[in-house]
């Protein structure tokens, strides 16, 4: 009797295995979501985590052209101009992966961001016009957003892996590796001629 009833539960057991087993390939699509991951609450922290960049990159669009007036280097100006131009491509894409999740796009104020733009206004406050310094300083303040961006990107990347979503995946790495690519071009201008000559002032 006792046997019987230990091999009904394994029955059982197995059936509930099947049951869920069969329930995760159902709830599965093409675009390799599975499980119903927009309905969990780390696809939602997902999902705020990208309306803060979201405002973050937004701010950051209009705060570059300042600092590339405030720029003395026509090396520097033109590297802020061209920052611009990809930071509005980022906004873009950042609608695109909203539009893939069915997510109304949204900006939530980003404390990080406000904080180094903040930072970057500074900057240009404190040290004189026309001088290398603050050229550098203007490097110093744009290398810090940076880093804070590809920091962002590179764990939203991973979170959008680990949830399936394999072309938001694909859209943010474009943009991580673009954040990359703008910070070695500053580091590239800083050590070409600017710390130098800041150092001489």
């Known amino acids: ?11 059982a057991t197995g059936s509930e295995s099947a049951a869920k087993s069969a329930s995760v390939k159902l709830s599965s699509d093409k675009s390799g979501k599975t499980g119903k991951m927009e309905d969990s609450e780390f696809h939602e922290f997902f999902v705020d985590e990208l309306k803060d960049i979201y405002w973050a990159e937004k ?6 052209p300042k600092m590339k007036k405030a720029s003395t280097s026509p090396e520097l100006a033109a590297a802020f101009e061209k920052h611009t131009e ?17 997510e109304k796009p949204q900006a939530k104020k980003c404390d ?8 970057g206004t500074g900057i240009i406050e404190d040290t004189d016009a026309g001088t290398m ?17 590809i920091a962002t990107y590179g764990t939203l990347v991973a979170f ?11 859209l943010l790495q474009f ?6 690519a703008t910070d070695v071009a500053l580091t590239e201008i ?11 002032e």
């Open 160 to 170: 959008a892996k680990q949830m399936g979503h394999s072309e938001v995946a694909e």
């Open 133 to 149: 310094i603050r050229d550098a300083g203007l490097i110093l303040a744009a290398q810090k957003v940076e880093h804070y961006e």
């Open 190 to 200: 800083a050590e070409s001629f600017i710390n130098e000559q800041a150092v001489a």
């Open 175 to 180: 943009t991580l590796d673009n954040e990359k």
């Open 59 to 64: 701010h950051l669009a209009k705060a570059l």
């Open 112 to 119: 990080a961001m406000a904080g180094l733009l903040e930072e």
């Open 1 to 11: 009797m006792a046997t019987t009833k230990t091999t009904s539960k394994k029955a």
């Open 86 to 102: 990809e930071t509005n491509t980022h906004i873009a894409t950042l609608e695109q992966v909203f539009a893939l999740l069915e």
